[in-house]
């Protein structure tokens, strides 16, 4: 018994991962160890050899068990010791800042007014960049001999075997349409997304970006419009006095219809929105055409709604001061540097637009 004490006691002693502890366990005390074919032969002794040698299988049967585990746990400790100095992270290290990328300010001007909507109630909805006809013109009231169908301005797909052609949208207009067909009325929400016209110089460029939004309901009015389109100025600029002036215009998709213009100064090429005496165009609004709720779906004798558009591109130009507009799709990294915004700090209502 001294024997297989000292035996497996140092062969426990010994084992340097589990599997050599495990095979130890088995050698010892399991069906077929020693230790337990020694207390299968208690049964064959007499009951004074019994007495003595029991207990003394039993604590050593104890003493086994004890070491094992001691050992089990002093090689979970040091294994995990191991992993502890091999795994270590420095939590505390800077990050480095401009690695991971920036958000392009369009990105980014999109968010901020997805977030002042949203606060508004409005919903969020894209649409196709290659739309039909019908539903980047005809729907939206504009004739057939309008100037803006002209090859001029639309980049159209070559024509399929019916004779359409499909165009690359020229405006988000179309996705009122899809989405008044979607929704019905009551409805409100607006469309951002990338349009095509045929130009290019320092305002304009032949891909741009629009936002266009929509409310719907039974007694919508242009008062809704204007305290809607001065509420999203005023947290969009962040500038609490903004004064915005309507110009009555002309769109075919609306009725009445208004340019908006915000009051602005520039003075040493700086430009400041709500102060002075100058007048800068951001948007065009109005009254939605009766045909073109029609043309949704929804019943111009029960409903009416606002709509507007405008370009996110250059409101985000106003807000951000950058000159060129060329310089937004020219994937230089050094104006992506300069102009891009944190990828960890997206704009939110309570927290702010930009930090
Ligand atoms: N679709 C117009 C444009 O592209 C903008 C607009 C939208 C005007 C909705 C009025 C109402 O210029």
């Known amino acids: 018994m001294e024997q297989l004490r ?35 032969e208690l049964g064959r002794m007499s009951p004074e050899e019994r007495q003595t040698a029991g207990p003394a299988l039993n604590a050593l049967k104890d003493e086994v068990n004890a070491a094992l585990a001691a050992r089990k746990a ?62 980047n013109f005809d729907a939206l009231n504009i004739p057939p001999e309008h100037p803006s169908r002209t090859e001029m301005d639309t980049f159209y797909m ?35 997304g990338r349009v095509y016209r045929s130009d290019y110089d320092q305002t304009h460029t032949p891909m741009f970006h629009q936002v266009e939004g929509l409310a719907i309901d039974r007694a919508i009015s242009m008062a809704n419009l204007k305290w809607v389109l001065e509420e999203f100025c005023r947290a969009f600029f962040e500038v609490e006095g903004v004064e915005l002036r309507f110009r009555a215009s002309h769109f075919p998709f609306t009725e009445p219809s208004a340019e908006v213009d915000i009051r602005c100064s520039w003075t040493g090429g700086v430009l400041k929105i709500g102060e002075g005496d100058d007048w800068l165009e951001i948007l065009g609004s109005g009254m939605i055409h009766p045909k073109v709720l029609r043309a949704g779906g929804i019943d111009p004798d029960q409903w009416q709604g606002f709509a507007f558009g405008m370009g996110i591109d250059r409101i985000a130009m106003l807000k951000y001061g950058i000159p060129d507009l060329r310089a937004f799709f020219d994937s230089d990294l050094r104006w992506l540097r300069h102009y891009g915004f944190s990828a960890l700090e997206g704009p939110s209502a309570h927290a702010g637009l930009t930090r």
Request: proline share 7%; with cysteine.
């Open 158 to 192: 070559a024509p399929k075997a019916d004779g359409t052609r499909h165009v690359l949208r020229t405006h988000t207009s179309p996705v009122q349409i899809r989405g008044m067909l979607e929704e019905g009325a009551p409805c409100r929400f607006i469309c951002p």
């Open 74 to 135: 002093a090689l979970g400790d040091a294994a995990l010791a191991e992993r502890l100095a091999a795994e270590w992270l420095d939590v505390t290290l800077p990050p480095r800042p401009r690695l991971a990328g920036t958000i392009h300010p369009i990105s980014q001007v999109t968010e901020e007014v997805a977030t002042i909507f949203a606060a508004m109630g409005f919903g969020v909805k894209e649409g196709p960049q290659i739309e039909d006809d019908w539903h």
């Open 6 to 40: 000292a035996k497996h006691l140092a062969a426990i002693a010994d084992a340097d991962d589990e599997a050599a502890l495990e095979a130890v366990r088995l050698a010892a005390l399991g069906k077929k160890g020693e230790v337990s074919l020694l207390m299968r």
